[in-house]
Nanobody, 118 residues
Framework: QVHVVESGGGSVQAGESLRLSCTAP????????MYWYRQAAGKQRELVSA???????SYADSVKGRFTISKDKVKGAMYLQMNSLKPEDTAMYYC????????????WGQGTQVTVSS
């Protein structure tokens, strides 16, 4: 079992920044994609950003140009730099790591709350 832990959430004002971290101790050999999702109150969970094994990235339209995903293979960690935060970014943010020989296993963290006030 892979233990995934998110951190870095908090309460900020609109326009400020936060950096989320996702760690999976002992999972440094992962060659599968890693993802950030978020879920706002009363809404469905949505994909925010993804990073592939080779480092290719993708973003939801709502965060393009403001959020940057990155990873550190040596540390088995993934990050989400969030700039120019907006109240609509308020949500619980989750990290998902795919694993297994075919990358079909999914490991989720417990989430970290991000609250942006206007």
């Amino acid at each position: 079992q892979v233990h995934v832990v998110e951190s870095g959430g908090g309460s900020v004002q609109a326009g400020e920044s936060l950096r989320l971290s996702c760690t999976a101790p002992g999972f440094t050999s992962n060659r599968c994609a890693m993802y950030w999702y978020r879920q706002a109150a009363g809404k469905q969970r949505e994909l925010v950003s993804a990073i592939g094994n080779a480092g290719g990235t993708s973003y939801a339209d709502s965060v393009k140009g403001r959020f940057t995903i990155s990873k550190d293979k040596v540390k088995g960690a993934m990050y989400l730099q969030m700039n120019s935060l907006k109240p609509e970014d308020t949500a619980m943010y989750y990290c998902k790591i795919n694993g297994g020989s075919l990358c079909g296993d999914e490991y989720w963290g417990q989430g970290t709350q991000v609250t942006v006030s206007s």
